[in-house]
């Protein structure tokens, strides 16, 4: 069962696609990229599955979303989007520094 929620234009050959579907047997929400061109017209794999269980959680992050969030402040150095920096998968553990490489001189003897 697949439900189109709606699409938004990427660029002349490129929409994001809004669907609910089941897939492997469980329902959830894909946001894909579909491409039409010369060569393919479909579904990329560039796009995410929320499952159905992870939905409320997902609604719930995106409706805490307000418009004011997304105007441009001037404070952004491209001018542009602004980018974020997604939260770290390591759960706050010290991230290891690497050690300086040292040359050391070989005498030939």
Do not use: H, W
Not at 55 to 82: C, H, Q, R, V, Y
Not at 93 to 98: I, L, Q
């Amino acid at each position: 069962m697949e439900k189109d929620i709606g699409k938004i234009t990427k660029n002349d050959t490129s929409d994001i696609v809004i669907r609910i579907d089941d897939f492997g047997g469980r329902k959830g929400l894909t946001i894909r990229e579909f491409v039409t061109s010369e060569r393919y017209t479909g579904f990329t794999k560039q796009g995410v599955r929320i499952g159905a269980a992870d939905f409320p959680k997902f609604k719930e992050m995106i409706n805490s979303i307000t418009e004011a969030d997304l105007k441009d402040d001037g404070t952004s150095s491209s001018g542009g989007e602004s980018s974020s920096v997604a939260p770290s998968k390591d759960k706050g553990k010290p991230k290891k520094e690497k050690e300086p490489e040292i040359e050391e001189e070989v005498i030939d003897y």
